[in-house]
């Protein structure tokens, strides 16, 4: 049988790096993306590496959508040297930024960024690598639990990843006579350096999230690696067109 490859953007960091961690234990290789510290996704190289893994990062601003064909071509490149491969086997569409303001305060500046990195990034990187995706493959979509409860200040974030929840909806459709399923995976609150850090480093932000959370905890970055993992192993192979919320039970 033929190793997997996994394609997961931002992967240098935060639940990209989780992820890649725990498919690279599980013998999947690994291409990850990073988008300006070059530092860090080298220092993951080398974890996966000591793993005895197979691992090669690439730069990519998921926010240019002008760089995809570039960034497609490199791809089909490196899976033919160096994996020596024709086609990969999951996507996980895991880079982001975050950001906080009211719906009052939002500019457009920043509604565009937020755009172009979480809904029109994933949507058209993902077209672009269709033709390099292998029939049966697997691909998670990362939402956020705020696209089910709706605290102030993540308005125009949230609104990006109710729409990666239904355009996962319809690239199921569409994918399903390939055999690929494709999910969309929803956070909740996570100990990262998401959005500045606040929910691991301010004590009273991780006391309310924990103290609104069923499992009585805030969320750690393998708790959704692992669960990404699940969603590309057997276990998630009849499961297609689902938002599955990774919360710990938080706001039920």
Not at 19 to 31: K, S, W, Y
Not at 71 to 77: C, D, G, L, R, Y
Not at 91 to 107: D, F, H, K, W
């Amino acid at each position: 049988m033929s190793q997997k490859i996994a394609i997961i953007t931002g992967a240098s960091r935060g639940l990209g790096k989780s992820a890649a961690l725990h498919l690279a234990r599980e013998g999947v290789a690994i291409i990850g993306t990073y988008h300006s510290r070059e530092d860090e996704a080298q220092r993951v190289v080398a974890e996966i590496e000591s793993l005895g893994g197979k691992v090669k990062m690439l730069q990519l601003d998921v926010g240019d959508s002008s760089r995809f064909d570039t960034f497609a071509t490199q791809v089909s490149a490196l899976l033919s040297a160096y994996f020596k491969a024709e086609r990969f086997d999951f996507l996980v569409n895991n880079a982001g930024i975050g950001m906080y303001a009211s719906c009052a305060e939002t500019t457009e500046a920043q509604f565009d960024q937020l755009m172009n990195v979480h809904f029109k990034g994933p949507f058209f990187l993902t077209q672009k690598l269709l033709p390099l995706i292998a029939d049966g493959g697997r691909i998670v979509n990362i939402s956020s639990g705020l696209a089910r409860f709706s605290p102030v200040g993540y308005a125009a974030y949230a609104s990006m990843k109710g729409g990666i929840e239904v355009w996962t909806r319809y690239l199921a459709n569409e994918l399903g006579p390939r055999g690929i399923t494709v999910n969309a995976l929803a956070p909740g609150a996570i100990e990262t350096d998401f959005g500045g850090g606040t929910v691991r480093d301010n004590a009273d932000v991780n006391a309310w999230v924990a103290a609104n959370t069923a499992l009585g905890r805030v969320g750690l970055p393998d708790d959704i690696g692992a669960a990404i993992s699940m969603l590309l192993g057997d276990g998630g192979r009849w499961i297609t067109a689902q938002r599955i919320e990774a919360s710990g039970g938080m706001f039920v």
